[in-house]
């Protein structure tokens, strides 16, 4: 969890709070990492000096469409892809519980455990891991 939380620091994400990381593990070693953060050739929260979210006061766990981030899981999946890597039987250290959306995609990327220290305010992705059998664990120090 140490190394998911090292990784969350690497956020281009405006607040402290909202730094997310998340790493893939299978046999002890690390596939990829994620955090999250603008797409690449996208302006920053941090180079834009605010959250466009807090902006517009949009409550946490809902309209996740409207940020400029990729979410640190799904960043973790899409490093996979690019680099032509199976998650497939793998760990994913989070920092924060995924939401939905995270939680399709995971599912779909063959993850088989999921391990998150942070809870989100998303009682249907945790519906959805359940249902697809993925074995989640809530990270206590």
Known sequence: MQMAELVGSWSSCFQQN?????????DKR??????NGAPSGI???VERGECIRRKENIPSGTRQEYC???HAEQN????????GVSLNGA??????QPCV???RMIINSGITKLIY???YPDEFAMRLFNEAGLTVEKYEE
Request: net charge positive.
């Open 117 to 119: 220290k942070d809870g």
């Open 76 to 83: 973790a999946i899409i490093q996979a892809a690019r680099l």
């Open 68 to 70: 400029y981030a990729v």
């Open 30 to 35: 690390i596939l990829t990492t994620g955090y």
């Open 43 to 45: 302006i920053t929260c």
């Open 91 to 96: 760990t994913m250290y989070c920092t924060h």
């Open 101 to 103: 959306i995270c939680a």
């Open 18 to 26: 909202r730094h997310v990381g998340a790493i893939v593990v299978k």
